[in-house]
């Protein structure tokens, strides 16, 4: 096969995505530090992933409910609780938490060590909630569930009001 043969054997292929160590978007959310992974450039924006690190005693966003994504969370390290409805769900390394569009949920991290997570959003909108939110809180405001309900409202997000 010729050297040109080799290059324009799969032109169409999409081309692949390598994010090391480090690498990828950091987004400071208080105590929670978010490393987007695949925002969904590369995957025709039908997902995104993000590595989540939660500092030990971090409450997440208000229980709320997502209408037009799946939410996925596997645990790397540490223990997360899940509140689904009125149901607690604590979930530790190597646990997979998949949440359905119309699912009330939240989720904190309530032990004395950090825990980190794996996020995937189908599609990828809600990256941008998290970058809109971060935008919020840069002026040094408070991470609060008022500012987190406020930014959820532009992406098809919100509070579940029947468990809050």
């Known amino acids: 096969m010729t050297e040109d043969a080799k290059t324009s054997e799969h032109p169409t ?8 160590p480090g690498g990828g978007e950091t987004i400071v959310l208080g105590a929670t530090r978010m490393r987007v992974l695949e925002d969904g450039s590369h995957t025709g924006h039908r997902l995104a992933i993000a590595e989540c690190v939660l500092a030990p005693h ?8 997502h209408g037009g ?12 609780r899940f509140t689904v409805g ?8 190597g646990t997979l938490v998949m949440v359905p569009p119309g699912t009330p949920h939240t989720f904190a991290n309530v032990t004395d060590q950090p ?3 794996l996020s995937t959003f189908t599609p990828d909108l ?3 909630y ?6 919020k809180l ?12 406020d930014v959820m409202s532009r992406y098809a997000t919100e509070p579940a009001a029947d468990w809050a």
């Open 13 to 20: 292929d999409p081309a692949v995505s390598v994010v090391g």
């Open 58 to 65: 971090t409450q997440g966003p208000p229980q709320h409910r």
């Open 69 to 80: 994504h799946d939410e996925g969370f596997y645990i790397l390290s540490g223990a997360v």
């Open 86 to 93: 009125d149901e607690d769900h604590d979930a530790v390394a």
């Open 115 to 117: 825990a980190v997570m």
């Open 126 to 128: 809600y990256v941008q």
């Open 130 to 135: 998290f970058r809109d939110l971060e935008k």
């Open 138 to 149: 840069a002026d040094g405001r408070p991470l609060t569930p008022q500012a987190s309900i």
